[in-house]
């Protein structure tokens, strides 16, 4: 049975549920399609062959999905058929385009002043300031706006009125008017380049995807995979919404498109329907740490770290693969318990007909893949991919791409972009005042204080920090205002834990020790031979702050500091997921929960449940070199970190085959902890490994006498 055989009726409840009541219309529907198509074709042109400045890019791409908008989302759902509201609405579209051309024929003008305003300068910069506010409260709410009139009144207004570390002398409004407009860096600034490049590439990439029918090839492909698994129907929702969501960029998406199929194939098989919902609640969450697309977070976090978006994704593959697998865990001890029966029939599609009804789906994902690691740039490999999913099709009788399919694809994925255009675009404002006031230091510094000097509590304020920003943010925004403030903190204490490991077991290289000659040169018999950890904390926190930079790129070499930059931002990104199942505000299991028919804030509590492993992955990174670490390092941590998580999941569970007595769990929670716990000999990891397997084969054998 395909995807797209299976009964509609949950699908049309979380579609009324979770989707923004946009306008409808025969004309309304034929602009939107043709804005859509021109902003579609526009973009491709800019990414592939036009050289323009980006600054009027920016304020293009901004205008034109502002305009989707606009047109799409009115200001208040009572005024859906309103034809005021509309001629308002309109008028924006028009002040949205007043603003693209201002900016390109009066620009100069400005410089010409000496970046002087004249009274043309003050309207147009307040009204496209006001208009991004507007619009991310149409799309998103009103927590964002909040959030970026607190921070631009911070700089103008407030932070004079602050004592201590967090007091701000203040800008002229005109200054503040100008770095947001008129500069690269606030509106139009990095995270906008990032959005009309990139992210919109991607976006369409998938958007193509879809239309050419890899949605249901996924899905059957995952049935067909998991269908002999004990739990199969939990395994579908694993594995089919890990690929769809590596593709969506969307939890919520990626929810509605996958569980109307999971969610009741579950229930069927004899899954308790709430933990259906969780598992595909958590399921979808995991998407978008799935490579190689990853939301909007690969590219963002690529260059935030000027790390190339190849080595974010190949480093995040493996701590991907672990999460996925915890999810599975649950699964497995949740079939067992519950007695789940599979619902695929004898004759149910085996893998190889999938594959040979489908593989020419696989082609435009090698064809990416391949032009990453050739070196091509994303938004070109993007491009390539995009002409290889329309040449794939016509390898399939059922989704061949013609001119209509294409103009349909382009239209959806420039339609999927406008919510994600205006709230990055949006967002720059608050990074451009983070990084004008050097509050991110300061907040950073903060952190450090408040866990004094402690990486694991540290790891805990952001988690607490990311999980408050969730509730308004979605996930791409809360990550780059997170990373912004806290990245600093999280990569200084992962560096000088590594440091301090190094002073400790007498492996310091010797350019290192110049610098402790300077702070104290009786120390360096010491370093050679080794000292106690005591001794290299006191020792380390005497060299001046203006030094440690010099002496962690001497110490561990720019590669290592380029990988614990790139490990600091991954913690970030991967606890700013845990808003979309951790309660009381998590979308992802409230979509779930509205299929399910099941209470949402139960589900939400069951989703966060088994979505732990955005936990635990990282603390592994930022204790263990699972990002970064050479190869014989990451088989070893990755082997031990399976079998560790599914020890957890069974000690958490209380079952692991078989129901377990307090003894067995114990044992089987100490198991867990000997193969996770970062840096413990080789000799206990297996001592770990042997106290589950034992378990576990005393656990099934006992399961089997009792069927």
């Known amino acids: 049975m395909t995807a797209s055989s299976q009964p509609t009726d949950s699908q049309e409840i979380n579609l009324e549920d979770f989707e923004t009541k946009h306008r409808s219309g025969l004309w309304l529907n034929r602009l939107v399609f043709t804005i859509s198509i021109f902003l579609a074709v526009a973009h491709i042109y800019i990414n592939t062959i036009a050289t323009l400045p980006e600054l009027w890019v920016s304020a293009f791409h901004f ?78 709410g009103w927590f964002i706006p909040f959030l970026i009139l607190i921070a631009l009144s911070y700089v103008v207004l407030w932070g004079s009125w602050l004592g201590g570390m967090f007091n701000f002398p203040g800008l002229s409004l005109e200054t503040l008017l100008y770095r947001s407009f008129f500069s690269t860096d606030g509106m139009f600034g990095s995270i906008s380049r990032i959005s009309w490049s990139f992210v919109f590439m991607f976006i369409l990439f998938g958007a193509f995807l879809v239309k050419s029918g890899a949605g249901d090839f996924i899905i059957d492909l995952s049935r067909s995979l998991a269908s002999k698994m004990i739990g199969g129907p939990g395994f579908v929702a694993v594995l089919g919404s890990g690929l769809m969501g590596s593709v969506s960029g969307s939890s919520v998406a990626n929810t509605v498109s996958t569980g109307v199929i999971t969610i009741p194939l579950m229930r069927k098989a004899g899954f308790p329907a709430r933990f259906a919902a969780g598992v595909e609640a958590a399921a979808s969450t995991g998407g978008q740490l799935m490579p190689p697309v990853m939301g909007a977070g690969a590219f963002i976090m690529a260059s935030y770290t000027q790390v190339s978006y190849v080595t974010i994704i190949g480093v995040a593959a493996i701590p991907a693969l672990l999460y996925f697998l915890s999810v599975g865990f649950f699964v497995r001890v949740e079939a067992k318990r519950s007695k789940v029966i599979s619902t695929e029939s004898d004759d149910a ?128 925004a809360a990550y780059i205002v997170l990373g912004t403030l806290s990245a600093p903190a999280l990569f200084n204490l992962i560096a000088e834990s590594q440091l301090l490991d190094m002073m400790v077991s007498g492996s310091l290289p010797e350019a290192a020790n110049a610098v402790f000659m300077l702070v104290d040169p009786s120390a360096i018999t010491a370093l050679a031979q080794g000292m106690p950890m005591d001794q290299a904390q006191s020792l380390l926190a005497q060299v001046p702050n203006d030094f440690k930079g010099m002496l962690m790129d001497q110490a561990l070499g720019a590669e290592s500091v380029a990988m614990i930059l790139v490990t600091a931002h991954m913690i970030i990104f991967w606890l700013s997921q845990d808003s979309n199942v951790t309660p009381p505000v998590c979308l992802t299991a409230f979509a779930a929960a509205a299929i399910a028919k099941t209470p949402p804030m139960r589900t939400g509590m069951t989703a966060w449940k088994l979505a732990k492993g955005l936990y635990i992955v990282p603390l592994l990174m930022a204790y263990t070199p699972l990002i970064g670490g050479d190869s014989e390092t990451l088989l070893r941590l990755t082997f031990f970190a399976i079998f560790g998580m599914y020890a957890l999941v069974g000690a958490m569970e209380g079952y692991l085959e078989d129901k377990l007595a307090i003894v067995p769990r114990a044992l089987l929670l100490a198991a867990s902890l000997m193969m996770l716990w970062p840096n413990l000999d080789l000799w206990i990891q297996f001592i770990g490994l042997v106290v589950f397997l034992c378990i576990f084969m005393v656990g099934n054998k006992s399961y089997k006498k009792s069927l």
């Open 63 to 140: 205008a034109g999905f502002g305009a989707l908008c606009a047109l799409l989302i009115p200001a208040h759902p009572k005024w859906q058929d309103s034809k005021i509201a509309m001629f308002f609405d309109g008028a924006i579209v028009l002040a949205l385009i007043g603003m693209v051309l201002y900016i390109i024929f009066f620009e100069d003008a400005l410089y010409a002043r000496g970046v002087t305003f004249n009274t043309s300068d003050w309207i147009v910069s307040s009204i496209a300031v006001l208009l991004s506010l507007e619009l991310i409260r149409r799309t998103s």
């Open 349 to 476: 599609v085996k893998v190889s007909q999938v594959l040979k009804s489908g593989w020419h789906h696989i082609v435009p994902l090698t064809v990416l893949v391949t032009l990453l690691v050739q070196g091509f740039t994303p938004t070109y490999a993007a491009g390539i991919s995009i002409l290889a999913v329309i040449a794939a099709s016509f390898l399939s009788s059922k989704h061949r791409m013609g001119p209509a399919e294409i103009l349909d694809a382009m239209a959806q994925g420039a339609k999927n972009m406008s919510t994600t255009a205006v709230l990055l675009v949006g967002i720059g404002l608050v990074v451009n005042v983070i990084s004008t006031t050097g509050i991110g230091n300061t907040f950073s510094l903060l952190i450090t204080n408040w866990a004094s000097g402690s990486l694991f509590y540290t790891i805990i304020l952001v988690a607490i920090a990311s999980l408050i920003l969730g509730m308004g943010l979605p996930v791409t």
